[in-house]
């Protein structure tokens, strides 16, 4: 499968920018219920499908950029559901966080029909996913990582084959997510701890990414947090609803494996709390107003 033609199922945060990243050397066809994330699609090159299955027709690659279990279903079994289409030997490349026992599961189903699955949750934000930036943990046999290694090496910078079956990149990916979940939580309290201080929080933020503090995730999402008590908040990159899904499968992961995560639960409660508030929707950044409901200070 040198010159793959992939259909994109799922044009959001992710899947938007994968698809055209992918559409620079590919033939790649896009769907979303969104007629909006459709035309942007269109507009970056990848060519806008009336249906996944319309999508999926004649693609021997399908890169599904789902949020959860329920959405991985419903674009593979649905009422407009590909498996239908697809031809033996096709292969499916998942690259959300669902969890590992669902994605052996999928992963089973998909064999019956004589489909691949490879198993590839990404890393690293859309930005870097529309520069080919990622990091991509794969879990799948010989067959299906040579079938989708094109496309998977167009996406990533760090490519990793954690090992041969389903639900081994998930499994990574779990890992991956307890550290991102902690670290942004762990952000909204330094960050509202230097505000009650009575320290400038923008000089704060910047003072911390200088030294050993620094992260990954304080120095993408800390500017948000500064503009998550804004009216009009901050840019939604990634819904505050996501890190509810990724850290209940992280505890739950941890939990069939008798190993206490006590630290990943506290930043569980924080993620969920948001979500009671109906932060869901918003930038995960709006955690800070979970830690600090209010700006103590004005700046």
């Not at 503009?227 to 505050?240: N, T």
Request: aromatic fraction near 2%; charged fraction near 20%; glycine fraction near 10%.
């Amino acid at each position: 499968m040198n010159t793959p033609i992939i259909a994109v199922l799922g044009l959001g945060a992710m899947g938007l920018p994968m698809a055209t990243r992918l559409a620079e050397k590919f033939s790649v066809r896009g769907y979303d219920i969104s007629s909006e994330r459709l035309a942007l699609a269109e507009q970056a090159g990848v060519a806008a499908a009336s249906s996944a299955k319309d999508a999926a027709t004649g693609a021997n690659v399908v890169l599904l950029a789902v949020r959860n279990r329920v959405q991985l279903d419903e674009a593979l079994y649905g009422a407009d559901g590909v498996v239908a289409v697809l031809k033996p030997g096709a292969v499916v490349v998942l690259t959300s966080t669902v969890g590992i026992d669902a994605v052996r599961e999928v992963a089973g189903q998909l064999a019956e029909a004589k489909l691949h699955l490879v198993d590839a949750p990404i890393s690293g934000g859309p930005v870097r996913a529309g520069k080919g930036d990622l990091l991509v943990t794969v879990g799948a046999d010989d067959a299906a990582y040579a079938a989708a290694l094109p496309v998977l090496e167009q996406l990533s910078s760090t490519l990793v084959r954690i090992g041969p079956k389903a639900g081994d990149g998930q499994a990574m990916k779990t890992v991956n997510q307890l550290l991102c979940g902690v670290h942004i939580a762990a952000g909204a309290e330094a960050l509202a701890l230097a505000e009650a201080l009575g320290l400038d929080p923008a000089v704060a933020l910047k003072t911390l990414g200088a030294g050993a503090a620094a992260s990954f995730m304080l120095g993408d999402r800390g500017p948000r947090m500064l503009q998550a008590y804004d009216a009009e908040g901050a840019e939604v990159k990634s819904r505050l609803d996501i890190f509810v899904k990724d850290m209940g499968i992280v505890n739950s992961a941890a939990r069939a494996v008798g190993l206490a995560t006590p630290i990943a639960a506290a930043a569980e409660g924080l993620y969920l709390i948001g979500l009671a508030n109906e932060q869901g929707a918003e930038d995960d950044s709006s955690v800070i107003r979970v830690v600090a409901p209010r700006r103590r200070h004005t700046t």
